[in-house]
């Protein structure tokens, strides 16, 4: 299992300098990223990844609301394996004929992906986990109706705040997981409450031994009241004398 970090973490470094953020990641000993919203202009970030050799496995876009042509191809520039629409709109979520339309709008873009040697996934919030159909969440309601080719990265904090035991769903999604999103903090909406990666209440040792599948563990804060730069690299220790990765 590779270790990534979502670039959204260090978004207001990144709108101001990229090529020094860049260099801060790489510094601290990562080897892969996860950008966001990368296809307007995804050259300098090209440059700056392999001035540092660093990978970017995976990637978030608004797959369903802009052009994928762009953003595949984008992708491609940037040599991602995986482009991950990481949110659809919350009252999608509220019956099992809204989630499977979106599964199949999910199906279309894979197949289309596919012709850029790429794979589609789809990233969780807490909504998709909050409604019960017959016992199932929404999230593995949408994984029934997905093709085979189509993945989820499942982020484990979202989970827990959507009052579901993420070991547990992870165990129950199987093998459709490749990727996990791995973050920790008061399990709250409150995204200023999150903190560094072994240091909330998150039971971070049950969800990587949920994670036999996973391919890629991305480190993430949505925000923090401490210094997020020093949070990824906390993170980046703590999981390393977990996992070795």
């Given amino acids: 299992m590779e270790l990534s970090v979502q670039l959204y ?3 207001a470094s990144l ?6 953020t860049i260099d801060r990641i790489a510094a601290m000993g990562f080897t892969n990223v996860e950008p966001y919203n990368f296809a307007a202009d995804p050259g300098p970030l090209a440059v700056a990844l392999q001035r540092n050799g660093l990978a970017a496995p995976s990637g978030h876009a608004p797959l369903l609301s802009a052009d994928q042509a762009t953003i595949f191809e984008a992708a491609r520039t940037l040599g991602m394996r995986t482009v991950i629409d990481p949110f659809v709109d919350p009252e999608r ?8 339309a979106t599964a199949g709008q999910l199906n279309e873009a894979a197949a289309l992906a596919a012709g850029y040697g790429l794979r589609v996934g789809y990233h969780n919030h807490w909504f998709e986990l909050e409604t019960d159909f017959e016992g199932r969440t929404g ?3 949408l994984a029934e109706h997905l093709h085979s080719s189509v993945v989820l990265e499942v982020d484990t904090y979202w989970v827990a705040v959507g009052g ?5 769903l992870l165990g129950r999604l199987g093998d459709r997981v490749r990727l996990i999103h791995i973050k920790d903090g008061a399990v709250d909406r409150d995204n200023t409450s999150q903190v560094a990666v072994g240091a909330g209440r998150m039971d971070i ?3 990587l031994a949920a994670s036999s599948t996973v391919e890629t563990a991305v480190v993430e804060l949505d925000d923090s009241t ?3 730069f020093e949070a990824i690299e906390d993170s980046r220790r703590f999981l390393l004398s977990r996992t070795g990765a």
């Fill in 9 to 11: 973490t260090v978004r």
């Fill in 15 to 20: 709108e101001t300098d990229l090529d020094g």
């Fill in 93 to 100: 979520w509220t019956s099992v004929a809204d989630i499977a």
């Fill in 139 to 141: 999230l593995e309601v």
């Fill in 164 to 168: 579901q035991d993420p070991a547990a």
């Fill in 205 to 207: 040792d049950a969800v």
């Fill in 226 to 228: 401490g210094d997020l």
